[in-house]
């Protein structure tokens, strides 16, 4: 459940910026989140749900550190995928 709430936080984030980048209003027929609630907001929430994951990870007690450690690895080397295709 916690990888699966990791993902959906990603997937939130990326949601908030794509429609930045894109100058979208709505997002499934409501407002988006810079519209709604202001560009430097939506930045920052966008960004902070890049983040987020990362505590679900480290917070895990029942996870080993060399677990932790690759888990880490693996998401930084898909979010520097994530922002290269953003770019693209």
């Given at each position: 459940?916690?990888?699966?709430?990791?993902?959906?936080?990603?997937?939130?984030?990326?949601?908030?910026?794509?429609?930045?980048?894109?100058?979208?209003?709505?997002?499934?027929?409501n407002p988006t989140c810079?519209?709604?609630?202001?560009?430097?907001?939506?930045?920052?929430?966008?960004?902070?749900?890049?983040?987020m994951p990362l505590k679900?990870?480290?917070?895990?007690?029942?996870?080993?550190?060399?677990?932790?450690?690759?888990?880490?690895?693996?998401?930084?080397?898909?979010?520097?995928?994530?922002?290269?295709?953003?770019a693209l």
């Open positions: 459940m916690d990888m699966a709430f990791m993902i959906e936080l990603l997937h939130n984030g990326t949601w908030i910026l794509d429609d930045i980048e894109d100058g979208s209003f709505l997002r499934r027929g810079h519209v709604k609630f202001g560009l430097d907001t939506a930045v920052n929430a966008g960004a902070s749900l890049y983040v679900c990870v480290f917070n895990r007690k029942n996870l080993s550190d060399k677990i932790k450690l690759k888990i880490a690895q693996i998401y930084q080397e898909e979010m520097t995928n994530v922002g290269f295709g953003q």
